[in-house]
């Protein structure tokens, strides 16, 4: 049986578990704070300050998706930002589902679309990163064929 090199993600339970519980552990955050009932949450201006925290959790939630996703493996950047995206915008799209049972909770498309926007940043930043990274590495080869 082939073992995986050290640093490459592997396949291994371990590892898949390892790049997984950052994910689940996040998912579970969002949840235990969306199951709270309305009238427990006492933020002033809960607008701007409610898209934030959404923004913000999703976009924690992206990132943490791409890191189980991407085991450094060459697995493809864009498939990597469109999955890490869409999972977070699913997720955030079951999370108002959930809300919709919680008492004086209740559904709302700019929640879904600061949990999209969150992600998709994350999404973005992470491919222009990889993006920068191969460049740099390109262009490091070039240099050293001329030196």
């Not at 879904?112 to 491919?127: H, P, Q, R, T």
Request: proline residues 5%; contains cysteine; glycine residues 8%.
């Amino acid at each position: 049986m082939a073992r995986s090199q050290p640093g490459t993600g592997g396949t291994r339970p371990a590892v898949i578990l390892l790049r997984t519980v950052p994910v689940l552990a996040v998912m579970a955050g969002i949840f235990f704070c969306s199951h709270q009932p309305g009238d427990s949450f006492h933020l002033p201006s809960p607008f701007a300050l409610d898209k934030i925290a959404h923004f913000c959790a999703y976009f924690l939630l992206a990132l943490t998706i791409i890191w189980c996703v991407s085991p450094g493996d060459g697995t493809k950047v864009g498939r990597v930002a469109l999955i890490s995206f869409l999972s977070a915008l699913l997720f955030g799209f079951s999370d108002e589902f959930h809300q919709s049972f919680i008492p004086h909770r209740s559904v709302s498309l700019m929640d879904i679309v600061a949990d999209g926007l969150g992600g998709g940043l994350a999404a973005v930043l992470w491919s222009l990163r990889q993006d920068l990274r191969d460049r740099q590495a390109a262009l490091y080869r070039y240099f050293l064929t001329r030196i």
